[in-house]
């Protein structure tokens, strides 16, 4: 019976994942209704509790035991097994060898949330996953002031530009498995920031909550309630347009990156351009061809000194059909320490000047393929499907009060625009005529909303 439960889950790939403090099988009910499939349980507790797998199993629900160093890691593994988990989450890093020693000894799904360096990029893994990353949000200063970005806007602290990288690796379903910061009380708008920063990229945000919340909403605390549906509410629009994760970048800006710890961080050159709007499509190093470069017109090499004698004739090919091509000076090498996810001072200075030479190769003009206005506390990624016929403009807003009157002007020519917003609402919004393409304005907006263009027959 438990056999023929387990293969009504949903395949890792889809699961919505949520860490889950609470072992005892009354706690299921939170989820009743929701798209959250996959719990992570931290085997510290879940020995005492040993019948909340099987509970949570008949819902549908995926359990992951989570594992961390220092434990008995393999003897803990099989232990979880016996349990009945679904799978393992080891969270840490661990010994080389060890990570197989357990999938060996379990037969069962090993999930590996790791440190960002020693990410298993375009690997087999159904999924990638890393514990590192920040909190998504407008920076605030000491003095209560908005801290400034070598871009002249708010400084938001993101997770977006490292998991677009990580995503183009390849088809693995991308968790950023961060929590919120240690004695922290979260604001529900807060929460929606983290869902939202990674499921624009198309990847996911492992739902953890701070200790005050998850005491209110066991407690049955009104204002808890509203912000938990809330998220759920989210939660499920996302799920809802799984169809978006395939969407390929739009815009005619490709960032060639190497693969080591520069391409990891946040805060760096990808989410720089990211905050002026400009669609930018990454491209590792590796997977670098004329094909990944098609209908780019622009583009970045940040490895020059890296590449092999065949990705070089690949950039000078993209020369010689009369694209423009930026080389990252020699001097710039990201950070030192493979541990680090974002920049220090002197090589966010260092940043800000090569920065100069970005913002210039991009110029005013709308040959990138976007331009968007009034949009200083936004995020945005822009995604097109293969035909080109459709766009999909994600619009998240990092600050605390509803954005207004924003602009979006797209090159191509586009006839319908539909504005899209997690309470189910699909509103037409007019398309007017530009210099270079289409514009579409949107009134107002509060922490996310989705326009999607789609060109005549």
């Known amino acids: 019976m438990l056999f023929a439960l387990l293969l009504t889950l949903a395949t890792p790939s889809d699961w919505t994942p949520a860490r889950w403090r609470w072992t005892d099988p009354q706690s299921l009910e939170l989820l009743a209704g929701s798209p959250v499939n996959c719990l992570l349980v931290p085997w510290s507790a879940a020995p005492e509790t040993a019948a909340f797998p099987s509970h949570a199993t008949r819902r549908g629900i995926a359990t992951l035991a989570v594992i961390v160093p220092g434990e008995a890691v393999v003897e803990s593994a099989q232990a979880a097994k016996r349990a009945g988990y679904t799978g393992i989450a080891l969270e840490g890093d661990f010994p080389d060898g060890l990570v197989e020693r357990v999938r060996d000894s379990t037969q069962i799904l090993v999930v590996e949330i790791t440190s960002r360096g020693r990410l298993k990029l375009g690997g087999a893994a ?213 541990g680090q996810i974002t920049l220090d001072e002197a090589e966010l200075n260092r940043l800000n000047e090569i920065w100069k030479e970005v913002n210039g190769l991009i110029g005013r003009g709308n040959h990138v393929g976007a331009r968007l206005f009034n949009v200083s506390t936004l995020l945005t990624n822009l ?39 997690p309470d189910g609402r699909e509103r037409a919004l007019e398309v007017y005529p530009t210099d270079d393409g289409v514009g579409v304005d949107i009134d107002r907006f509060s922490v996310y909303a989705a326009l999607r263009l789609e060109s005549t027959p």
Request: a positive charge; one cysteine or more.
């Open 126 to 338: 159904p999924i990638v996953a890393t514990y590192q990353g920040v909190w998504p949000g407008i920076h605030i200063l000491d003095n209560g002031a908005v801290k400034g970005g070598p871009t002249g806007g708010p400084w938001i602290d993101t997770n977006s530009g490292f998991l677009r990288s990580a995503r183009a690796w390849g088809d693995a379903a991308v968790w950023i498995a961060n929590q919120p910061p240690a004695k922290t009380v979260i604001k529900g708008d807060h929460y929606l920031h983290a869902i939202c920063d990674a499921a624009m990229t198309g990847a996911r945000w492992v739902l953890a909550l701070d200790d005050d919340f998850a005491a209110r909403l066991r407690g049955n605390d009104e204002s808890a309630r509203k912000d938990w549906r809330r998220m759920l509410e989210y939660l499920r629009f996302f799920e809802d347009h799984k169809a978006w994760r395939s969407l390929q970048p739009f815009g005619k800006l490709a960032l060639v990156q190497e693969p080591g710890v520069a391409s990891l961080l946040s805060g760096g050159i990808l989410d720089m351009i990211a905050v002026k709007h400009t669609p930018v499509r990454p491209v590792p190093r590796q997977r670098l061809s004329l094909e990944m470069l098609r209908d780019a017109k622009l583009a970045v090499n940040v490895d020059g000194d890296g590449l092999t004698p065949e990705q070089r004739e690949v950039l000078r090919s993209f020369t010689r059909s009369c694209w423009t091509l930026l080389t990252w000076p020699p001097c710039w090498k990201g950070p030192a320490q493979s």
């Open 383 to 421: 995604l097109t499907t293969p035909d080109s016929r459709q766009v999909l403009v994600h619009l998240v807003n990092y600050s605390d009060y509803p954005v207004e009157s924003i602009a979006i002007h797209l090159a191509g020519k586009f006839a319908r625009a539909t504005l899209v917003t």
